[in-house]
């Protein structure tokens, strides 16, 4: 089945430790976005990817770092410089261009404890 | 002002009753528009794209103004099921990522 995949669904750490959270997508989408939504409010940008080996800050990147090696993957590191982790993470992935609509994965509720 | 405006709610609406949310974009120059739906700690699904000319699927409508800046879309005969957060999303112009709105939640009660 094509689609974008989450791993985990639910993760728990503890404050201070830095954590990755995968996505990975068979769509053959060149772009690749990772958000983070907090209860009861709307989607934030943390990063984008448009290309391998590129990709770009959005409105929230502080405390978080990605990497795009390969076009179907796209790994968010959460470190502990992040003052508020926990949260709902969802990565979607798209068509170049941004004209076009985005598709997301299950998403990865994190927890720091 | 917000690059994209939606009404939070929520609608409390009876089955059966149709609906309407508006949502409105700042960047008159923004080209490509949508409705995604989010149910409750789900990941947003797309619902409909939405054209210049408008755009129907069964009882969904969805319509662009160009010259207002707003897009809406039009629910009739709402189900329990169409209980959901209706978010507005809106392409700026450029290589750019989609914006999209908060959400206008929508409950449907029966």
């Known amino acids: 089945d094509g689609g974008i995949t989450q791993s985990p669904k639910y993760l728990f750490r503890k404050e201070g430790q830095n954590v990755t959270l995968s996505c990975e997508q068979n769509?053959?989408?060149?772009?690749m976005y990772w958000y983070r939504q907090d209860p009861g409010q709307g989607l934030r940008l943390i990063y984008y990817?448009?290309?391998?080996?590129?990709?770009q800050k959005g409105d929230i990147a502080e405390g978080y770092s990605v990497s795009r090696e390969k076009k179907e993957s796209f790994p968010l590191t959460v470190t502990s410089a992040q003052k508020n982790p926990t949260a709902f993470y969802l990565c979607?992935?798209?068509?170049?261009?941004?004209?076009?609509?985005?598709?997301f994965g299950p998403g990865t509720r994190l927890t720091v404890l | 002002r917000k690059e994209v405006e939606q009404d939070p709610g929520p609608f409390n609406v009876p089955e059966g009753a149709t609906v309407a949310f508006n949502c409105t974009y700042s960047n008159s120059a923004s080209q490509s528009f949508f409705w995604y739906r989010q149910d409750c700690r789900k990941e947003p699904k797309l619902l409909m794209s939405v054209y210049s000319s408008g755009n129907e699927d069964g009882r969904f409508t969805a319509q662009l103004n160009r010259a207002s800046q707003y897009i809406s879309l039009l629910i009739r005969d709402s189900k329990l099921s169409d209980s959901a957060t209706y978010l507005c999303v809106v392409t700026p112009p450029g290589n750019t990522p989609l914006v999209f709105g908060k959400g206008t939640r929508l409950s449907v009660i029966a």
């Open positions: 979607a992935s798209g068509l170049a261009g941004g004209l076009d609509e985005q598709f």
């Open positions: 769509l053959n989408h060149d772009a």
């Open positions: 990817s448009q290309i391998v080996n590129d990709f």
